[in-house]
C-alpha cells in the first residue's frame, strides 16, 4: 500500500511537471502583429520570417468609401490599417513602420463569379481575422472565400479555399503603395507567370528607383487565363472605334509578353465547395531567374502547412533569445510583439544564389554571407542597432559589412538606403555611430580600416559632399548657419556632432591621434547653439547671431520650423547623448538641468514618436540622486504607450526603433549615448528576464536579470548587484553587462 502510494505520488508529481511545461508560454505565442497598425504606427499584421525579404500583407487602403484612410486621398505609407474594412488582395514585399510610402505592390486577390479587374469593384469586406508570426487569414465576406498566406526568406504561398462556381485567382501590377509606375508580364505556361515592376521615389525622390521581378504559379490548371490592360483614355473618331477606351481591356488571345503602368494576370477555374488553390511567389531585384530559383529551392516538395510550420518555428527560435517571466499577460505581450518587430528590418536582399544588386549601380554581386537592406539609420543608429549588437550579434556584423560593401561600391556609406538605392531621407551621417559601436562591443570582423575610411571623407570632403551637403559652413563657422526659412540647419549640425564624436573614438583605437582630437573637439560645437534666454538650442544666423523672433514650441506636431526637421526646440535641446556632463554645465549646473529637463515632461513638450528626444527619459539618470525619476518615468511612459492593442504603439515605429526603446526599457537597460558602449540602468518590467548570448561574440553564455519587488507597482531601484557584487552606479558598460552573468535588483513602491 505504501509503495503503490508512493508510486501514484510520482505519477502524479510527473503528470503535474509535464503539463507545466507543455502549458509554458513560447514566446511566438505573445506576439500580436496588429500592435501598431493604427495610430499611424505603419506596421502590418502580414506574414513574414525574420528579416525576410519577402512579406505578404493584407492590402486594405484603397478602392471604397468604406475604408476610413486611402492612400490616394492623403499621405499615406503602409498598406494596411486595422480601421479599413475594404481588402483589394495581399501586397508583396513591403516596408514596415515608415514615414514615406513605397513596395506594397504585387496584388494577390482571388475572387468568384464572373470575372472583374476593376479593383474598386472586385475588392471586399472580410471577417475573421487573425494573425500569428508568419501566417496571416480572413474570410471575404463578398465571396465567402478563406484566404491564407505565410512565407519563406524570399517567397511567399497564398491558400485559398472557394465555395463552389468559379472561382478567379488575380495579380494586379497596377497598384501598390509605390509612386513609381511600370510593369511587364510573361506567361511562361497555363500555370505560371514572370514579371518585373518598378518601384523607388521612396519619400518623393525621383530617381531612388529599382526593379522587383517576380515569378508566380498557381497548383492548378486553370480553365482560362490572360492578361488585362487599362486602356488610355480617347477622343472623338479614335474613341468611337474603340469599346475600350479609359477602360480595363481583357486579353483572352493573348499570350506573349505584355507592359503598360496598369496591367495584370488572371486565371479562372470551377471549382467544388471547399476546393482549395495555392499560389507561389518568388522575387527577386536580381532577375526572374533569380525569383525562380527561390522557389525552387525555398519551397522545393512543401505545400501551405509545412511552410507555415517552419515560419512559426523560425520566429520562435528567434524570439527566445530572451525570455521573460512574470509581469501580466499584455506586458508580455508588448515585450515579443516589440521585438518581433526589432526583427523585420533590415531584410535580406541577397537571393539564394548570393547575387544583389550593387549600391547605387545595380550591377550585379554576389556575396558569401547575408546582404541587408532598408537601412532608416536615423532612427536605428539610437538604440536598434545596439539591441541588435547584443541579442543578434550574427545578424549585426553582417549589417555592418554591408554599409561598408556599400561604401566600396557607391563611395559613400548609407544614410537611409532602399534596396540599393540611396533616398537621402533625413539628416546626419547615422552610419557612423552604428559602425563604431558595434566594433566597440566586440564586433570587428568586418574592413575596419576602409570603413574608417569613408567616415573620413564624409566629415571632411568638401565639395559634393553626399552626406553633409553643408560641410563648408559646419568646419568653418563650427555650425550649419540658417540660410532658407525651414532648412533644417540645427538638426543637421546636432547631427553631425553626434556621428563626429564617435569617429573621434574611432580614429583614437585606430591610433589616428591627430583626427581624434580634430573630431572629438568638432563634436563640442553643439555649444554655439546654446540660447540662454531660451534655454534651449536656437537656429544660428550666418553672421553668428541668433534667429530672431523665435519660439522654441514652434515645430510641435510637424509644424515647418526654422532650423529643426520634425520637432521643436525644446525636442531637440537634449540631444546631446556625446556630452551629457558638459550640457548639464552649460545650463547652469544640476539642478537647473534637472529642472528643465523635466519641464520637457511637465509641459508636454516631450514626443514618443519623435527620434531625437527619446532618450531624454534616461537622462536624469545622470545626476546623482534624480535617478529615481529615469525609473518613474520610463514605467509611465511604458503603460501609457505600449499597449497590446492595434493603436499600443505611439506612432511610427520607424523600422523597429519604438519597439526596441520598448524591449530595452522593459528589460531595464537603455543605450542613451549612441557614441558610448555603455547603457544607462532602470528598473526591469519582469521578475526574471534571461538573454541569451551568442557564443560565437560573447564568453558568458547568458545573463539573468531577476527582480526582487516590495509590489507589483515598484519600480524605484533601492540596491543592485552584478555577478554577485554590489553596484552603486547607475550606468553599466557592455562589457560588464554582457559578463555579469546576474543582475538582482531589490525594487521598491517608494522612491
Not at 73 to 78: E, R
Not at 497 to 504: H, K, P, Q, S, V
Not at 671 to 693: E, G, R, V
Amino acid at each position: 500500500m505504501k509503495f503503490r502510494t508512493i508510486l501514484n505520488s510520482i505519477f502524479v508529481l510527473l503528470f503535474v511537471s509535464a503539463t507545466v511545461v507543455v502549458a509554458q508560454e513560447q514566446p511566438v505565442e505573445l506576439v500580436n502583429p496588429f500592435i501598431g497598425t493604427d495610430n499611424y504606427g505603419t506596421t502590418n499584421p502580414g506574414a513574414v520570417r525574420a528579416n525576410g525579404m519577402m512579406s505578404v500583407s493584407p492590402f486594405n487602403v484603397m478602392g471604397s468609401d468604406l475604408n476610413k484612410y486611402d492612400k490616394d486621398k492623403q499621405w499615406w505609407s503602409t498598406p494596411y490599417t486595422n480601421e479599413n474594412s475594404f481588402f483589394t488582395g495581399y501586397s508583396h514585399v513591403n516596408l514596415s513602420g515608415v514615414g514615406c510610402p513605397d513596395l506594397g505592390s504585387l496584388l494577390l486577390m482571388p475572387t468568384t463569379g464572373e470575372l472583374n479587374v476593376d479593383y474598386k469593384e472586385y475588392g471586399s469586406t472580410y471577417t475573421n481575422e487573425r494573425a500569428e508570426p508568419g501566417y496571416y487569414t480572413n474570410l471575404l465576406s463578398k465571396y465567402d472565400i478563406k484566404t491564407e498566406v505565410t512565407a519563406t526568406d524570399r517567397s511567399s504561398i497564398a491558400r485559398f479555399t472557394f465555395p463552389e462556381g468559379q472561382a478567379n485567382i488575380l495579380m494586379n501590377l497596377g497598384e501598390g503603395l509605390t509612386n513609381e509606375s511600370g510593369a511587364w508580364l510573361r506567361r511562361v505556361s497555363d500555370t505560371e507567370v514572370e514579371g518585373m515592376k518598378l518601384l523607388g521615389t521612396f519619400c518623393y525622390n525621383p530617381q531612388a528607383v529599382f526593379p522587383i521581378y517576380f515569378v508566380m504559379r498557381v497548383n492548378k490548371q486553370p480553365a482560362t487565363t490572360g492578361y488585362w490592360k487599362m486602356q488610355r483614355e480617347m477622343e472623338g473618331v479614335e474613341a468611337e472605334w474603340d469599346i475600350h477606351s479609359g477602360k480595363y481591356k481583357l486579353y483572352t488571345k493573348y499570350d506573349r509578353d505584355i507592359a503598360g503602368d496598369d496591367i495584370g494576370a488572371y486565371f479562372t477555374y470551377e471549382v467544388g465547395g471547399g476546393e482549395t488553390g495555392e499560389v507561389q511567389i518568388g522575387v527577386s531585384v536580381v532577375s526572374t531567374e533569380n525569383a525562380r530559383e527561390k522557389l525552387d529551392v525555398e519551397q522545393a516538395g512543401v505545400g501551405f502547412d509545412e511552410v507555415r510550420r517552419e515560419a512559426y518555428s523560425d520566429w520562435n527560435r528567434e524570439l527566445s533569445r530572451v525570455r521573460v517571466e512574470g509581469g501580466t499577460y499584455d506586458e508580455r505581450v508588448v515585450f515579443y510583439s516589440s521585438l518581433y518587430h526589432t526583427l523585420i528590418h533590415p531584410n535580406i536582399l541577397n537571393d539564394v544564389n548570393g547575387e544583389y544588386p550593387a549600391m547605387e549601380t545595380g550591377k550585379t554581386l554576389k556575396t558569401d554571407g547575408t546582404r541587408y537592406t532598408v537601412f532608416s539609420l536615423w532612427d536605428t543608429y539610437r538604440n536598434f542597432h545596439q539591441l541588435q549588437t547584443l541579442l543578434y550579434p550574427e545578424k549585426q556584423i553582417d549589417m555592418v559589412n554591408t554599409m561598408v560593401d556599400m561604401y566600396k561600391e557607391s563611395g559613400w556609406l548609407p544614410k537611409w538606403e532602399l534596396y540599393g538605392r540611396e533616398t537621402l531621407t533625413m539628416e546626419g551621417d547615422p552610419a557612423i555611430p552604428v559602425i563604431v559601436d558595434s566594433y566597440m562591443k566586440g564586433l570587428r570582423n568586418f574592413d575596419y580600416e576602409t570603413a574608417y575610411e569613408a567616415m573620413y571623407k564624409s566629415a571632411t570632403q568638401l565639395e559634393n559632399n553626399f552626406l553633409r551637403p553643408d560641410i563648408e559652413d559646419y568646419l568653418t563657422l563650427g555650425y550649419v548657419p540658417l540660410r532658407g526659412e525651414y532648412d533644417n540647419s540645427v538638426s543637421h549640425a546636432l547631427e553631425y556632432y553626434i556621428a563626429d564624436n564617435a569617429l573621434a573614438q574611432f580614429a583614437e583605437v585606430l591610433g589616428k591621434n591627430d583626427d581624434a582630437v580634430r573630431f572629438y573637439s568638432q563634436s563640442l560645437n553643439y555649444k554655439k547653439y546654446y540660447s540662454k534666454e531660451y534655454k534651449t538650442f536656437r537656429p544660428l544666423l550666418p553672421n553668428g547671431e541668433f534667429l530672431s523672433p523665435f519660439d522654441p514650441k514652434q515645430g510641435e506636431n510637424f509644424e515647418p520650423v526654422p532650423g529643426f526637421h520634425e520637432g521643436s526646440a525644446w525636442n531637440y535641446s537634449f540631444m546631446v547623448p556625446h556630452d551629457v556632463p558638459g550640457l548639464i554645465e552649460l545650463m547652469g549646473g544640476e539642478k537647473a538641468f534637472v529642472t528643465h529637463l523635466q519641464r520637457v515632461f511637465d509641459e508636454d513638450h516631450y514626443d514618443p514618436t519623435n527620434e531625437p528626444n527619446i532618450s531624454y527619459p534616461f537622462l536624469f539618470s545622470y545626476v546623482k540622486g534624480e535617478e529615481w525619476r529615469t525609473q518613474k518615468m520610463v514605467r509611465e511612459l511604458l503603460r501609457e504607450h505600449f499597449k497590446n492593442s492595434s493603436d499600443g504603439l505611439p506612432g511610427n515605429d520607424d523600422t523597429g526603433t519604438m519597439s526596441a526603446w520598448a524591449v530595452f526599457s522593459m528589460m531595464g537597460f537603455y543605450p542613451d549615448n549612441a557614441t558610448d558602449a555603455s547603457y544607462t540602468l532602470t528598473s526591469p518590467l519582469f521578475d526574471k528576464i534571461t538573454i541569451s548570448l551568442n557564443p560565437d561574440y560573447y564568453d558568458k553564455k547568458e545573463l539573468v536579470i531577476e527582480s526582487d519587488r516590495s509590489s507589483a507597482d515598484a519600480v524605484y531601484i533601492k540596491h543592485a548587484t552584478v555577478d554577485g557584487k554590489k553596484w552603486d552606479s547607475f550606468r553599466i558598460s557592455h562589457e560588464d553587462l554582457v559578463n555579469a552573468g546576474k543582475i538582482k535588483y531589490k525594487l521598491s513602491y517608494k522612491k
